[in-house]
């Protein structure tokens, strides 16, 4: 076993030097794994996610043509049921590949993925918004609002 050096000292670095920097190590690596998501598919039939390239796209395979896939994720693995649904997934073939995440999207900008979402309001009671489900492509959107007040100035 090695013992410290009698002046508190490894290798040139303090004690405290050490410590601050391990404390900054474990945040950086604190940080990334926020970061980190897990996905699973669920649906009417059993699916293989076959593979999650680098750039974003998911491939998987064994869907039922014709049917609708909903793509879970959660950000840890605690058990339980915490996932959460992400996107929903029309199919046509049995294999698919859709991207779900963009590493490197345009500067203020963020991916939506394709899929399934309900327009609709049924919180009021009337009915001037039945929801409806609609199919999208996958889009950018600005990570900022921007209201109309910010894009036409106000003059008098």
């Not at 926020?34 to 998911?58: E, H, K, L, V, Y």
């Amino acid at each position: 076993m090695k013992t410290l050096p009698a002046k508190g000292k490894i290798s040139g670095l303090t004690l405290v030097e050490v410590i601050v920097a391990l404390a900054l190590l474990a945040s950086v690596y604190q940080a990334a794994a926020q970061g980190m998501r897990f996905f699973r598919i669920s649906g009417p039939a059993a699916t293989t996610i076959t593979a999650f390239n680098q750039d974003g796209t998911m491939v998987w395979s064994n869907s039922l043509a014709g049917t609708n896939y909903t793509v879970q994720t959660v950000t840890y693995l605690p058990g339980g049921t915490n996932w959460v649904d992400y996107v929903q997934i029309p199919t046509t073939t049995a294999i698919n590949t859709n991207q779900l995440i963009d590493f490197s999207p345009p500067i203020g900008m963020t991916l939506i993925p394709a899929g399934i979402f309900t327009m609709g309001d049924t919180i009021d009671g009337e009915s001037d918004a039945i929801p409806i489900n609609i199919t999208v492509s996958a889009f950018y959107m600005d990570v900022n609002l921007v209201s109309y007040i910010h894009t036409h100035p106000i003059t008098v």
